[in-house]
Structures are given as C-alpha cells and as structure tokens.
C-alpha cells in the first residue's frame, strides 16, 4: 500500500519558522496534485495548502497565505511546506496526501486524496 512520509516537524516558538517534508516511495508525485492538511484534536481535518502537477496552481488557505510556501523537488519525489511567522494557533498534526486522479488540479479538499502519511506534529509555543 502505497504511504507518503512526512518529517521535519517539532517545537518552535511563535514567530519561528519550519520546513516540512513529504516523500513519496514508490509514487511519482510530479504526477499527482499534493495537498497539506492539519488537524487539532477534537476539530475537523484542514487543507493548509496544495500543488497541483508540474508544480502549477498553488493553493492556500486563507490563515497561512503570506506565511506559508508549497514547493516541490522533483529530482528528490519530495514536497516541502515552509512555514514562517508561525504561531501558536498553526499547532497540529501535519499531514501530505496525493490525488489518485493523475493531473487533476489540486483542491484543499480531503476527499480530492486518498494517499495520506502518518503526520508529524507541529507545536507552537507562544
């Protein structure tokens, strides 16, 4: 079964910034539209940002826009989300998923994806 792999996530203090990874063995993620969600406990899962293939049309919820950056490196099958300016309220588990539909463009909707990692939690102290 197909799983991508998310790291890169721990504790910084408010204003700090991270870099998220999401790797993908065995799936050319070049191929597929790449989302970001996070979820808090108790709370609905969120799309935080989405890439479509080819690495065009990114997408951001309105609470990261101007903080947070969606890339891709093709040559490492790796997607990052860089997260700067963070703050307390970004504290959630962090998930990357990929669209099954290849060259779909991509949505923050979690049903567009059926893909998923395992999170990695992110933590922003105030």
């Known amino acids: 079964q197909l799983q991508l792999v998310e790291s890169g996530g721990g504790l910084v203090q408010a204003g700090g910034s991270l870099r998220l990874s999401c790797a993908a063995p065995?799936?050319?993620?070049?191929?597929?539209?790449i989302g970001w969600f996070r979820q808090v406990p108790g709370k609905e899962r969120e799309g935080v940002s989405c890439?479509?293939?080819?690495?065009?049309?990114?997408d951001y919820a309105d609470s990261v826009k101007g903080r947070f950056t969606i890339s891709r490196d093709n040559a490492k099958n790796t997607v990052y989300l860089q997260m700067n300016s963070l703050k307390p309220e970004d504290t959630a588990v962090y998930y990357c998923?990929?669209?099954?539909?290849?060259?779909?463009?991509?949505?923050?909707?979690?049903?567009?994806?059926?893909?998923w990692g395992q999170g990695t939690q992110v933590t922003v102290s105030s």
């Open positions: 065995g799936l050319t993620l070049d191929y597929s539209a």
């Open positions: 890439m479509s293939s080819g690495g065009s049309r990114p």
């Open positions: 998923a990929a669209d099954p539909v290849l060259f779909r463009k991509c949505v923050l909707a979690e049903n567009n994806y059926d893909i």
